[in-house]
């Protein structure tokens, strides 16, 4: 959700097993202190590299998802690999429930929180269709060994040019890569939105002091300045822990 394909294309050991419950006075991510945002150094990686140098160390990582406390594994050179990140837990909390059909899709999937709540939150989790992107190949591996562990079997890990171009999505949720740049944001947003089904809607989250509002008014004026049909339009539905919740609708 490699550097040479940035612009077109980042918009981007254990058995499976099912989630494992712990006990109830397990801190959440909300109990826990907001973690400073990693440095450019630290993310430039796992943004732009589809192969990570750091040693694939895979650990475990205890996080509540869509209600429950699951057992799931991360490892470095990935987005947020040691907890849920605040930003995307704002997001998780202001969607609205999945679309009854049509694939979901991820956009910059990292180990897997957006993809997992998105078919968890399905009438039918194990099966319900979800493309979790990401350029990077590590965290596809961890998105698609999440997946097996909850037995969603439709969370299907891509590349971005492994996605299926010829369908439409019923929902997008992402958690963008706002450090990447403006021009590859924009690219990232412009190969992904025009995406969406006739009616279906996009959800992003982004930081206040990263340029949330301004992002708006330029989604928005993308959308307007549409002449072939796939326009959008685009409002802030949300504000918490200094992130904005932004809805895009076609």
């Known amino acids: 959700m490699v550097v040479?394909?940035?612009?077109?294309?980042?918009?981007?050991?254990?058995?499976?097993?099912?989630?494992?419950?712990?006990?109830?006075?397990?801190?959440?991510?909300?109990?826990?202190?907001?973690?400073p945002e990693p440095t450019d150094d630290q993310t430039a990686e796992h943004y732009f590299s589809?192969?990570?140098?750091?040693?694939?160390?895979?650990?475990?990582?205890?996080?509540?998802?869509?209600?429950?406390e699951v057992e799931l594994e991360t490892s470095s050179s990935v987005f947020s690999s040691d907890r849920l990140d605040t930003g995307t837990a704002v997001l998780l909390d202001h969607v609205p429930a999945p679309p009854a059909s049509g694939p979901l899709l991820d956009v910059g999937c990292g180990w897997g929180p957006v993809a997992l709540t998105m078919a968890l939150r399905s009438a039918e989790p194990t099966s319900r269709e979800v493309w979790a992107v990401d350029v990077n190949a590590r965290a596809r591996a961890l998105t698609a060994a999440n997946a097996a562990r909850l037995e969603l079997a439709g969370v299907r890990?891509?590349?971005?040019?492994?996605?299926?171009?010829?369908?439409?999505?019923?929902?997008?949720?992402?958690?963008?890569?706002i450090r990447v740049g403006k021009d590859a944001l924009h690219s990232l947003l412009l190969t992904w939105l025009p995406r969406l089904a006739p009616g279906a809607s996009a959800h992003l989250?982004?930081?206040?002091?990263?340029?949330?509002?301004?992002?708006?008014?330029?989604?928005?004026?993308?959308?307007?300045?549409?002449?072939?049909?796939?326009?959008?339009?685009?409002?802030?539905?949300?504000?918490?822990k200094g992130y904005r919740v932004l809805r895009v609708t076609r």
């Open 4 to 35: 040479a394909r940035v612009a077109t294309h980042l918009l981007f050991l254990t058995t499976p097993t099912a989630s494992t419950v712990f006990p109830p006075d397990r801190p959440t991510w909300a109990s826990v202190p907001a973690v």
């Open 50 to 68: 589809a192969a990570p140098s750091g040693e694939d160390r895979r650990r475990p990582l205890h996080v509540r998802l869509d209600g429950r």
């Open 157 to 177: 890990a891509l590349a971005p040019e492994d996605v299926p171009a010829d369908r439409e999505v019923a929902a997008l949720w992402s958690n963008p890569p």
């Open 205 to 240: 989250v982004v930081a206040k002091d990263l340029g949330a509002d301004s992002l708006l008014r330029w989604v928005g004026e993308q959308g307007a300045q549409r002449g072939d049909g796939r326009g959008w339009t685009a409002e802030r539905t949300a504000t918490k």
